[in-house]
């Protein structure tokens, strides 16, 4: 086997965006041996983005439940009887408060969920006004509200929505086992009305709902050959709802959840590849692994629109075991990262310099030792570059 694949050549140093995958290149891909996945999958992740650094973003369910359409996958189709409990839309005002809530753990982003088929006219004042209220607390704002016409889309960019939120979910050629109340060119039209808005995209598929290799490939296709790619990608892992239609369906081997990860990463580099729904199920070595796979977009908070999430704080707590943070140089240049880096060291090393002024002792410690300029210049250019290489 040629397990080269010379489907991700570098241009100029950097693996440029192609729109011209085709699904034999991508089963390729899949089918190298999973350490040259993962090490080509961290070579393009590195030429496009800080490899230390996670995306968070946090999910609201703004309206839940009784949604007419028939995905075999959700627990909020009224066709389906799970327990979910109903919920009209939420009220602005409580929003803004998981909003704030949100911005106080570490999102970026706040996406707020409704399960409608499309937005109502009615709807739009109140959406629209949420955006807004959102945007004033500084954060960005994501929505999935359904299916969009083209002047819905232009409403919501007005009101300032950052990225809309519509999924594939999977293959052309599996669509019709899983979804029959719309087609794909539906969705693929929404894709269409929304980034013809000037709005980001976020866009991905579920995986493990007994589709194929090549079903999985043939979604990675559709989403690396729009136009332009989605901004973020996110890629979930089935939840399997006792009360679906995929309740019991066999699940997927982890191993090729990781593949997949990866080799969207490699088809679409300069994306926010999102660890998306099923995370609850992973250990923290799989979503290590996912991240070393070139995932670097997560949801934070205990609910994903209705399905669980892990906490927050194991979050936390597995983002301080890999030396990952929040903290994003919007610039990912090597110079930028480079730059940044290099304060940081700055900023520890000035600290270990200075004893603290609060505390009993005036006199400096013992081991306390003062650099001169040239020796720290010296030890941050050298600390920098092994960080880098
Ligand atoms: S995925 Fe969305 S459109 Fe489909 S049933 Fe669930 S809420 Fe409705």
Redesign the pocket.
Known sequence: MNTSATSAKPQNNKFEPRHDWTIPEVNTLYALPFNDLLFQAQLVHRAHFDPNYVQVSTLLSIKTGA?????A?????ARYDTGLEKERLMEINKVIERAKEAKEAGSTRFCM?A???NPKARDMPYVTDMVREVKKLGLETCM?L?MLTREQAIELKQAGLDYYNHNLDTSPEFYGDI?TT?TYQDRLDTLGNVRGSGMHVCSGGIVGMGETGDDRSSLLVQLANLEQHPESVPINMLVKVEGTPLDSVDDLEPFEFIRTIAVARIMMPQSFVRLSAGRESMNEQMQALCFMGGANSIFYGCKL?TTSNPETQEDVMLFNKLGINSKQTKDYSDEAFAAALTDEITQKQNASLYVDASAKTSKPSAETKIMDEKTMDKKIKTQTEQLIS
């Not at 949604?67 to 995905?71: A, H, L, R, S």
């Not at 996958?73 to 189709?77: E, I, V």
């Open positions: 949604c007419p359409e028939d995905c996958y959700c627990p909020q189709s969920g399960a409608w088929r999935t359904g979804i719309r629109l």
